[in-house]
DNA sequence: AAATTCTCCTGAAGGC
DNA sequence: TGCCTTCAGGAGAATT
């Protein structure tokens, strides 16, 4: 599922690809993802690529008039392939340029692709989010402000988009174990010192899953169709059952704001 | 206002 | 072997 570091490889995939080349044509087989999927061949052909940017888990092609934005879900995926490559199922959209083409493949079409004719950020999905985790904006004093008298599991405050952006489940997960903190803690009994040290987490692990490709637990690939190697480097997530790598107790799970959390009972509080 | 629940969808896994 | 049921999961929408 794509968090954070899997779509900022694929961006960095996919940007020598595309950057600074015309769309010559596009092909929409599935116009209903999350929204309807505008019809991309009109509103682009003959157009520049000007940037291939991220905000959060979205994509962002900027183009003279607009920008294309677009969000891979749990299941999308995007590859450059030669042009005319035979579809398979779940291929929804191609974009063509010239002799190649940006294919966005997504089972479970929870994905979207939007337009916005002006500035990106402003555009309604985008201009609430949080500041990006890899930045300076996002700091332990940020997520200790935004804890104040919330009763919420801290783990749900993490994945909050309103609150620090791109933070999923599989990262949080992780996070919360560097950081020694129980997922499903109340946000407002976490230290400010505490609160520090899942910053500065958040921060490694993402930075750490992005060196490495990503994380691939079924289907992640990157643009050449290739697997991220941040798996095997896991703690948790995915590990119920297992023997914790720092203490050897077994790894548990419950459910944390309807989410499945993976947590070690006795390195974290 | 904050917290919780529901929703979209398909593939994988488990039961029988 | 194969059909049926269950469930995960990002994040917006609806509900409490």
């Known amino acids: 599922m794509p968090e954070l570091p899997e779509v900022e490889t694929t961006r960095r995939?996919?940007?020598p690809h595309i950057d600074r080349q015309t769309v010559s044509g596009a092909v929409v087989r599935?116009?209903?993802l999350r929204w309807p999927v505008p019809d991309l061949a009109t509103l682009l052909t003959g157009h520049t690529v000007r940037g291939v940017e991220r905000r959060a888990k979205y994509l962002l092609l900027r183009f003279d008039h607009g920008s294309l934005i677009i969000h891979l879900g749990m299941s999308?995926?995007?590859?450059v392939l030669a042009a005319g490559s035979p579809p398979r199922t779940h291929d929804h959209v191609d974009l063509v340029f010239g002799n190649r083409c940006l294919r966005l493949h997504d089972p479970r079409r929870f994905g979207a692709v939007l337009w916005a004719d002006g500035d990106p950020l402003k555009h309604p999905r985008l201009r609430d989010l949080g500041p990006e985790p890899l930045s300076d904006a996002f700091d332990g004093?940020?997520?200790h402000r935004?804890?104040?008298g919330r009763k919420i599991a801290v783990k749900s405050l993490l994945m909050d988009g309103r609150i620090v952006v791109g933070v999923g489940n599989i990262y949080a997960?992780?996070?919360?174990?560097?950081a020694g903190i129980h997922p499903a803690r109340a946000s407002q009994r976490v230290s400010h010192a505490r609160f520090d040290r899942l910053a500065d987490e958040v921060k490694k692990?993402?930075?750490?899953?992005?060196?490495?490709?990503g994380t691939t637990l079924r289907d992640f690939v990157n643009e050449s169709g290739e697997p991220g190697y941040f798996a095997q480097e896991l703690f948790v997530y995915g590990r119920a059952g297992q023997p914790c790598k720092v203490c050897g107790s077994a790894i548990r799970t419950r459910q944390v704001g309807q989410r499945a959390s993976a947590f070690?009972?006795?390195?974290?509080?």
């Open 146 to 148: 935004a804890a104040r």
């Open 76 to 79: 999308g995926n995007l590859r």
């Open 30 to 32: 599935q116009a209903m």
């Open 173 to 178: 997960t992780e996070a919360l174990f560097h």
């Open 264 to 269: 070690c009972p006795r390195c974290q509080h």
């Open 13 to 15: 995939g996919i940007a």
């Open 205 to 213: 692990v993402l930075a750490h899953a992005i060196e490495r490709g």
């Open 141 to 143: 004093g940020l997520l």
